[in-house]
């Protein structure tokens, strides 16, 4: 029964090909559309229960997994119109349609494999830090910016190249109009140009505390045009990336301690065994206070008011806020030194107020 069947499926012809045609390309449809959504459950699976047994996954099986889940069904089903439809002769127009449909589903698939590799590696770089990387995630929209054109370009290229386009004059015909196009939009190349040596030289990243040509700011976003900065007193300040690198930049952001350097001026009259124990005085009061290194205190020079002192310290954590209630502790404390010495301060002498004769009269 079932090869009397089979014999008139072979010679019954439906649009061009038997029946029995037919039935294997149908079943291969079907065989491929369902065995590849397995696979890509296994991996999956594979992934999930590797997690669990081990705290760091291979490479390997990381890269599989995400291939896996963007693998899209769309992809699938073009496999399987593919396979199938090499089993049957079709019309010339709709073999053609085929394969074009194919080769482009095909080459975007591996564009999204492409991609997500590449996030992968950024991912993969920004875990294998101790703590988050400011600077990789202010250059990271650039980075995929500039991955994605460069794949999605060589993607597209190449799918017309597998269609039989001939892409050496395409190549010509862009490299001509890219000419005239970069003339065109001079500035929006430049700033994409900034963004990438932003990207790769990492002057500063999303957090860092910047001065730039009077402006001053907290670095809030790094894009591929320009770069925001949120200032002190709360608005949003917008730079072109161009603009950014031709100027002189002060990154806070990178200090790691801050210096202090202050004058006190002392009148004449204070004794010089006084005046030699000032120098120790303020070196106990200095390294007295947490987060400090003393520098030195010497007495510089003779001012006509008085003696002045030159004073310098450091302070090991970069914080402002730190820095400025030190600077406020050690203040007080050399003042109420200096009032138990009986140190007097130096007061400038104001100049008398020049005085005019009156005019008089009759002239």
């Not at 074009?100 to 830090?129: D, H, K, P, S």
């Not at 007193?233 to 161009?242: D, K, L, R």
């Not at 310098?312 to 003042?335: C, G, N, R």
Request: proline share 5%.
């Amino acid at each position: 029964m079932l090869n009397s069947f089979w014999e008139a499926a072979r010679q019954t012809s439906v649009l061009g090909n038997t029946v029995a045609d037919w039935t294997i390309a149908g079943a291969a449809f079907l065989i491929t559309f369902t065995a590849l959504p397995l696979v890509r459950g296994f991996i999956a699976a594979r992934r999930r229960r590797w997690a669990e047994a081990h705290r760091e996954q291979p490479v390997a099986i990381e890269i599989a997994a995400l291939v896996a889940e963007r693998t899209s069904r769309l992809f699938i089903w073009a496999v399987a119109v593919a396979f199938a439809s090499a089993l049957v002769s079709l019309p010339p127009r709709v073999a053609r349609w085929i394969q074009v449909a194919t080769i482009f589903i095909f080459w975007f698939q591996i564009g999204l494999w492409c991609m997500v590799t590449v996030q992968y590696a950024v991912e993969r770089r920004r875990r294998r830090n101790d703590g988050p990387d400011a600077a990789l995630s202010g250059s990271i929209e650039i980075i995929l910016f500039v991955a994605s054109l460069i794949v999605w370009t060589t993607v597209f290229l190449v799918a017309l190249d597998n269609l039989g386009i001939a892409i050496r004059p395409l190549l010509a015909g862009l490299g001509i109009g890219g000419i005239a196009i970069a003339l065109a939009v001079q500035a929006v190349l430049g700033d994409l140009l900034a963004s990438m040596s932003i990207a790769l030289d990492k002057p500063f990243a999303v957090g860092d505390a910047l001065a730039i040509d009077g402006f001053s700011g907290t670095v809030e976003h790094i894009g591929v045009k320009s770069t925001r900065l949120r200032s002190v007193s709360g608005e949003q300040i917008v730079m072109s990336n161009a603009d950014v690198l031709k100027s002189r930049l002060r990154n806070f952001g990178r200090l790691r301690e801050r210096r202090s350097a202050f004058e006190l001026t002392v009148t004449y009259d204070t004794p010089p065994e006084v005046l030699r124990a000032i120098p120790d005085d303020v070196r106990r009061i200095v390294e007295g206070q947490p987060n400090t290194r003393f520098d030195r205190c010497n007495l510089m020079t003779f001012a006509p008011t008085g003696l002045t002192f030159e004073i310098v310290y450091f302070v090991t954590v970069p914080e402002f806020k730190v820095y400025a209630d030190l600077q406020q502790s050690i203040s007080i404390a050399i003042l109420e030194r200096f009032r138990e010495l009986g140190v007097q301060f130096a007061t400038p002498v104001l100049a008398p107020m020049p005085t005019y004769a009156k005019p008089r009269q009759g002239d």
